[in-house]
């Protein structure tokens, strides 16, 4: 009974180790305009392209969150509620008002692609430990050899990467200072994807002096 047990709570530590393995999200390129030389920005408009506005709303109110005290993260909904708002034929207006309300900083992040892979794991075989006497303390801890095997069958799933690129402007002017892309694999949910990715450029605006660290 124990040993059965002991198997089952072994394939669920197993399984839950590779669905941990499988979301990662870390820096695939990054680029920094090597002649920008000034002070970390002070106010900073966040504008996330998304197709839902909900989801627009909480990845801007989380970066904005994350920024330390002495830069301020606006969400662009806070003063451009509709995303078709801004585009290219507003251009003049968006850059004047950001201009006259103190704005020297503008920081995009999109969703640039979304690739899907089966991968294959292949059966991998552990030792299980057989009791020999008491276990349920530490002074019996020793009295258990590995006696048999136990195998996990090989199987496939659906890898899904997500490819976020993110921009800094400088404002006003627009001036591309800094530009990352990062890659999220098979994250557990989109609250996850966002917190992954905002802490991602929270560390490196502050790496690269675009923030106060």
Not at 100 to 124: C, H, I, W
Request: glycine share 8%; with cysteine; aromatic share 12%.
């Amino acid at each position: 009974m124990r040993f059965s047990l002991l198997r089952r709570t072994l394939f669920a530590a197993l399984l839950t180790a590779l669905l941990v393995a499988c979301s990662s999200t870390s820096v695939i390129s990054e680029w920094r305009d090597p002649g920008y030389h000034g002070a970390a920005l002070k106010k900073i408009l966040i504008y996330v392209a998304a197709s839902e506005d909900a989801t627009r709303r909480t990845a801007e109110d989380r970066l904005a969150a994350s920024f330390p005290k002495g830069t301020q993260g606006v969400p662009s909904y806070t003063l451009f509620p509709e995303a078709k708002e801004i585009n290219a034929q507003n251009e003049k207006a968006i850059a004047a008002r950001l201009q006259k309300e103190g704005f020297d900083g503008a920081l995009t992040a999109r969703l640039a692609s979304v690739d899907k892979e089966n991968v294959y794991m292949p059966p991998q075989t552990y030792l299980a430990p057989t009791m020999l006497g008491p276990y349920g303390s530490f002074y019996g801890y020793g009295t258990f050899a590995y006696a048999s095997v136990y195998t996990v069958p090989g199987y496939t799933y659906q890898e899904s990467k997500y490819m976020i690129e993110t921009i800094l402007y400088q404002i006003p002017g627009g001036k591309m200072l800094w530009t990352m892309t990062t890659e999220s694999v098979s994250p557990d949910s989109r609250q996850q994807l966002i917190k992954e990715v905002a802490g991602l450029i929270d560390g490196e605006l502050k790496k690269q002096g675009f923030i106060a660290g």
